[in-house]
């Protein structure tokens, strides 16, 4: 059975840090691009990054650029993680970890697969 599961989420200061964990099972995760989406209540869910399959590639939302950083550990089971400094209250959302095969897209309904989110709530 497939699984992501997402984990480090919590509640913080503006201006504090939080590092998210996604750990992927049930099949092979070492060829799949993995991402990171977020949704606020009441907004559609949003791309945050992505890192492609060898961890070669990222791509970042503008929003997030220079304050967050994707890493990925294929070593055993593919572990993706999102680093997340400088947060703003505007950051306040369910984070999802998603993975499709190979090649970063922004789109979620391009992903395969799917967390059950995890809560990032940033006070002001």
């Known amino acids: 059975q497939v699984q992501l599961v997402e984990s480090g989420g919590g509640l913080v200061q503006a201006g504090g840090s939080l590092r998210l964990s996604c750990a992927a099972s049930?099949?092979?995760?070492?060829?799949?691009?993995m991402a990171w989406f977020r949704q606020a209540p009441g907004k559609e869910r949003e791309f945050v990054a992505a890192?492609?399959?060898?961890?070669?590639?990222?791509?970042y939302a503008d929003s997030v650029k220079g304050r967050f950083t994707i890493s990925r550990d294929n070593a055993r089971n593919t572990v993706v993680y999102l680093q997340m400094n400088s947060l703003k209250p505007e950051d306040t959302a369910v984070y999802y970890c998603?993975?499709?095969?190979?090649?970063?897209?922004?789109?979620?309904?391009?992903?395969?697969?799917w967390g059950q989110g995890t809560q990032v709530t940033v006070s002001s």
């Open positions: 998603a993975a499709r095969p190979y090649i970063i897209v922004a789109v979620p309904s391009q992903y395969d697969y």
């Open positions: 890192i492609t399959w060898g961890g070669g590639a990222t791509s």
């Open positions: 049930g099949r092979t995760f070492s060829t799949y691009a």
